[in-house]
């Protein structure tokens, strides 16, 4: 038998906003509507646990924006099999995200 | 901005070292994004900063420094008690003996009372439980807890008393601070020591994974260098795992730890 992946709601839908969106914290706020003192750790412990890794876009990149580098996050192989299976433990995820997308 | 970023470096002080210039340019860069909103969108958003800074010092692994291991017990015991002596000279240089410490009242009075105060601050950061060893060993545990927390009342005692010509009138607040922050120290210590040799135990491994949690257990393992056994810790408390479990090696395990 297989163990039903497991996250807190919470975690979930900072790993699908991770998913769907830019893939850094800021752009998670705007998505999720957390507060940066939920969504950092949060981001922390996604990226401890291996379900998502950090990496840090090219100066160059930056330079062109005129702004300072950002740090990206993107779902790791376990992310996305977490974030499936956290998708069906909470069907309202996919849409909630969904909306904000659309929004953007 | 610059009183944002005041913040940010603020912060950045609780973040370990080796962590702390990536930790402030990330946290910079998402600062920039936010410069065009309200002044209460960019407080709230830096003063979430202290909460992420604090996450990491909690769950980074200890500093290597060697000079700020306490491993052993003795050396543990051993600095506790030479802080007890520098405070007490300095506390006696103001206070020089026969006469009353006029500050506070009766030492020992004192020691228990404020030890007592801070009691419900303790039990609002930390657990009291130390976890589960097995009924009647390692009776030397407790004998090492009551030394620490016997050196830990006079230390804070006379450590508050020794700053008390520049604190003046806080001293009594300073004094149920520090007892409340020196017996976490205590009981957080304790929980992180083999109940055998008594010496701090070390190798984190984080043990399973989140996705398994309902079925497995999932937590990080620290081990005892000398072999003696394995500490569970989980993340989050379960019905298999409400707290830290200590699972003893035999002695046909040593080898591996030699």
């Avoid at chain 2, 543990?76 to 009353?100: M, Y």
């Avoid at chain 2, 309902?214 to 072999?227: D, M, R």
């Amino acid at each position: 038998m297989v163990a039903e992946p497991k996250l807190s709601h919470t975690a979930a839908l900072i790993l699908r906003a991770i998913h769907a969106g830019d893939g850094y914290g800021f752009s998670v706020m705007e998505m999720t509507g957390l507060p940066s003192g939920t969504v950092y750790p949060a981001m922390r412990r996604l990226e401890r646990d291996g379900l998502i890794r950090g990496q840090w876009e090219r100066q160059s990149i930056a330079d062109a924006g005129q702004r300072p580098p950002r740090k990206y996050y993107k779902l790791t192989k376990t992310g996305q099999t977490t974030l499936q299976a956290s998708e069906r433990r909470y069907p309202l995820l996919a849409k909630l995200t969904a909306v904000e997308v659309d929004r953007s | 901005m610059r009183i944002h970023l005041a913040v940010l470096r603020t912060a950045a002080r609780l973040v370990p070292g080796e962590q702390r210039a990536e930790w402030f340019a990330e946290w910079s860069a998402e600062l920039w994004q936010v410069r065009q909103s309200g002044e209460r969108r960019k407080a709230r958003f830096c003063l979430g900063s202290f909460r992420d800074a604090l996450w990491l010092r909690r769950n980074s692994p200890p500093d290597p420094r060697p000079w700020l291991r306490l491993e052993s017990p003795g050396r543990c015991l051993g600095f506790l008690g030479l802080a007890l002596a520098v405070c007490v000279a300095i506390a006696l240089r103001s206070h020089p003996p026969g006469s009353p410490l006029r500050p506070v009242g009766p030492p020992l009075l004192v020691m228990l009372g404020m030890a007592a105060m801070s009691l419900p601050a303790l039990l609002a950061t930390t657990s009291l439980g130390l976890g589960e060893y097995p009924v009647n060993r390692y009776g030397w545990r407790w004998a090492f807890l009551a030394g620490k927390i016997a050196l830990l009342l006079p230390l804070v005692f006379f450590g508050a008393l020794a700053l008390w010509p520049l604190i003046g009138r806080a001293l009594v607040h300073l004094m149920w601070i520090g007892y409340a922050i020196a017996f976490r120290w205590a009981l957080v210590d304790q929980r992180r020591r083999c109940p055998q040799c008594l010496r701090l135990l070390k190798h984190p491994a984080p043990i399973g994974e989140p996705s398994h949690m309902f079925l497995e257990w999932y937590g990080t393992e620290f081990a005892c260098v000398k072999g003696h056994g394995l500490l569970h810790v989980p993340e989050i408390p379960t019905v298999s795992f409400r707290t830290q479990t200590w699972m003893r090696l035999d002695r046909s395990w040593r080898a591996l730890f030699s």
